[in-house]
Structures are given as structure tokens and as C-alpha cells.
């Protein structure tokens, strides 16, 4: 049913008032009244409006807090325990979920493998749904997915996963059916993105370049506090950039394609012939093996860096990243890799670029595309409603 000019405006003074409070901390109300260029009375029904909700709370000092000096004032603060949803990211025979309060923090959290070959995605969507089960509780908002691959514009399906040989999965439709609550899917990598920017250690960076290296080399891109989301489906394929000429044929089709030398699965065919044995953390102990002296393992990491930087410095071109965050693989690298590697990204960039780019490993970590998963949910359930 289509809602009064009157409800809109409410409900859009509500957005503004959460989403301050999450990104700003706590604050009177007359600092959220002028912060949001809202009238003190507007202000007052809004915060009694989520007090009844039990979203807010006022009063009391929140650790590590700023000391007013004059008369003291009453905070209004998110309850982040008021509401949950759940985060899952979606990975190459893996599956990872969490359960996220208001500000993406994983309260608690599940994971399960899959048989890429023999289990239908219908059937890994019905473990989620029942993972996302046990974890629930009376509060949940809804379930959101971090997919690798492109997803449709209404963020309910996964259009291509090429290195699952997935194709068109209902997730939200699957996961609605199955826990009776809202769920929304979106790019793995840009819901990363959207995750350091939202809850990650950034300081605001803008505009954010994330980009996650595993089984493919994936890009997601958060603007103006906004994910990037480009053309039709979304889709930003910095793994499919070519870096090397009569290069080896990727899963994609082309040849050449930067996740062909960069990638997880070229990474531990590296390390086994480098190495040998099978590795465990493919870059890590090449890292580690080059830092002992391994010629043959300082090899593999002078190739990686260079078409790594390559590709990256034509982001940073197109782009402008006032930050590039790499996580996956790059989790444990050693911090001597990544200053190389940040380096040889600003050497290939434009001239008044390179000064302003800095590269670092994520701030989130492992829980990236849980939190990812959790901040898609957030946005489109809670502070987007």
C-alpha cells in the first residue's frame, strides 16, 4: 500500500537519525537536531518514536566517550543488541555464517563445506537456510548474502558464479521460503567493500577499493559512502583484467586474465613446485620461504607483485582510491610484501595520484564477507527501510 507524504517524511527522519547514530556514536539530541538540520521538535518525536521501538537508549556514558564541559547533556544511543541479522558469505566449497547485531559485530557463527561437483547450489541454499535456523533468534531482521559473482538489480539473485559453474540461484527466494524473514544477496567483494567503509577501520577513506584474493581476483568499490554498483548487473571484474599477453586460459574464457597469475589456485601450484607438499596458506609461505632466502619462492612473489600492481594501478587510474584494502590470501601476508606491493602500484600510477593511494591489508579480516553479508542486510533492512 502506498504510503502518505507525511509517513514518508517520518520514515526518512528515521533513516537519517539511525544512520547518524551508527556512524557518528552517541549524541544529544539537539547535536543529532543540527547535525541533520532538524527542528528540536521533529527530533523529539523521532527519538520517542525508537525509544518505543526499542531501538535507542538515552543516558549513561559509553566508554571511552568525549568529556562535555558545561552542563551536561543526555545522549540518544543505538541499542545494537535491539535487532539482529544474519551474514553469509558464500565461497568456493565453503560457506560462512555469522549473527550480526546493528553495528555488524558477529555475536556468533556457523561454517560448512560443500561438494562443488555434487551438491546443487538449491541444496547448499537449503544447509544455509538451516545453519541461518540454529543461529537465529526473535530478533531477526532478515539474512544477507555475499555471492560471488554478479547479482540482479532487485538484490535477489545470483546471475553468474563462474569459478562455482553457478547460474541464476534464487537465494532470496530459497532463504524467504525456508526462515520466513526478508533476505538479500549481493557481490561478494562489493559487500566486503561496503563493509570496511561501514564498520571497518577506514577513518573514511573515499572512495574505497577492496579487493579479495582467493579462488578469482574480485573488486568492490564503495563511493560517497555508497557501493559502486556499475551497468546492469554490477559487476566490477578487476580479476579479468589482462595483465599478460599469450597468457594461460581462464575460467572466464580469455586468457591472460590477472586471476591466472594471482589467484589462490596459481599461488598453490607456485608453492607446491617452489616448495613443495601441498600448502596450506599458499602467499604466506612463499612469503616466508622468500624471506629465508628461497630464490625460487622470491620468484613467484616478483611476478605477483608485478601483475598484481599492474591491474591495481589501472583501478587506481580509473578510480582514484584514496584507499586499496586486500584481504583473503592477503590476510597473513607479511607487512613488507604489502609496502612492496603498495609501491609498485604507485610507481605504474598517474602522477597526482600515486601520492594520494595507500594500500593495506583488511581491516575485518576472515569476517569480511560475513560482516559483508551482514552490512547488505543492514542497509537494505534497517537503515535503508
Known amino acids: 500500500m502506498k504510503q502518505s507524504p507525511v509517513q514518508d517524511v517520518r520514515r526518512l527522519h528515521r533513516r537519517l537519525v539511525l544512520r547518524s547514530l551508527r556512524d557518528h556514536g552517541p549524541q544529544p539530541r539537539a547535536d ?4 541533520l538540520g532538524l527542528s528540536p521538535t521533529t527530533m523529539t518525536k523521532v527519538v520517542a518514536q525508537l525509544l518505543g521501538e526499542g531501538l535507542v537508549t538515552e543516558g549513561g556514558v559509553e566508554s571511552g566517550a568525549a568529556v562535555r564541559v558545561g552542563r551536561p547533556s543526555t545522549d540518544v544511543r543505538l541499542r545494537a543488541d535491539a535487532r539482529h541479522v544474519i551474514g553469509v558469505q558464500v565461497g568456493a566449497g565453503t560457506v560462512r555464517l555469522g549473527l550480526c547485531d546493528l553495528r555488524a559485530r558477529v555475536l556468533r557463527g556457523d561454517a560448512f563445506a560443500f561438494d562443488l561437483a555434487g551438491e546443487s547450489p538449491e541444496r547448499v541454499v537449503a544447509r544455509i537456510a538451516g545453519a541461518a535456523a540454529a543461529l537465529a ?3 531477526l531482521l532478515g539474512v544477507g548474502v555475499a555471492a560471488p559473482g554478479p547479482v540482479d538489480p532487485a538484490y535477489r539473485r545470483n546471475v553468474l558464479s563462474v569459478n562455482l559453474g553457478w547460474r541464476d540461484v534464487p537465494f532470496s527466494d530459497l532463504l524467504e521460503g525456508a526462515l520466513g524473514v526478508p533476505a538479500v544477496v549481493d557481490h561478494n567483494v562489493r559487500a566486503m567493500a561496503l563493509a570496511e567503509a561501514r564498520y571497518g577501520d577506514t577513518a573514511g577513506a573515499d572512495p574505497l577499493l577492496y579487493v579479495y584474493v582467493r579462488t578469482g581476483v574480485g ?3 564503495v563511493i560517497g559512502g555508497r557501493p559502486f554498483r556499475p551497468g ?5 571484474e578487476l580479476g579479468h583484467l589482462r595483465v599478460v599477453d599469450k597468457g594461460e586460459p581462464c575460467a572466464c574464457g580469455a586468457t591472460g586474465c590477472l586471476e591466472t597469475v594471482a589467484a589462490e589456485p596459481y599461488l598453490a601450484a607456485q608453492a607446491r613446485l617452489a616448495l613443495g607438499g601441498e600448502p596450506v596458506d599458499p602467499l604466506a609461505e612463499l612469503a616466508e620461504a622468500a624471506g629465508e632466502g628461497d630464490g625460487r619462492a622470491a620468484a613467484v612473489l616478483d611476478d605477483l607483485v608485478e601483475h598484481l600492481a599492474t591491474g591495481l594501478a589501472g583501478a587506481v587510474n580509473l578510480l582514484n582510491p584514496e584507499l586499496i584494502l586486500l584481504g583473503g590470501a592477503f590476510d597473513r601476508a607479511p607487512g613488507a610484501l604489502l609496502d612492496r606491493l603498495g609501491d609498485a602500484v604507485r610507481a605504474r ?3 597526482v595520484l600515486r601520492d594520494a593511494v595507500r594500500v593495506r591489508r583488511s581491516t575485518l579480516g576472515p569476517d569480511a564477507g560475513v560482516v559483508g553479508g551482514a552490512a ?4 537494505r533492512l534497517f537503515y535503508d527501510a
Open 349 to 351: 600510477s598517474f602522477p
Open 232 to 236: 546492469t548487473h554490477g559487476v566490477a
Open 376 to 379: 547488505v542486510a543492514l542497509d
Open 137 to 139: 533468534g526473535d530478533l
Open 219 to 221: 573488486a568492490g568499490v
Open 32 to 35: 543529532l537536531a543540527r547535525r
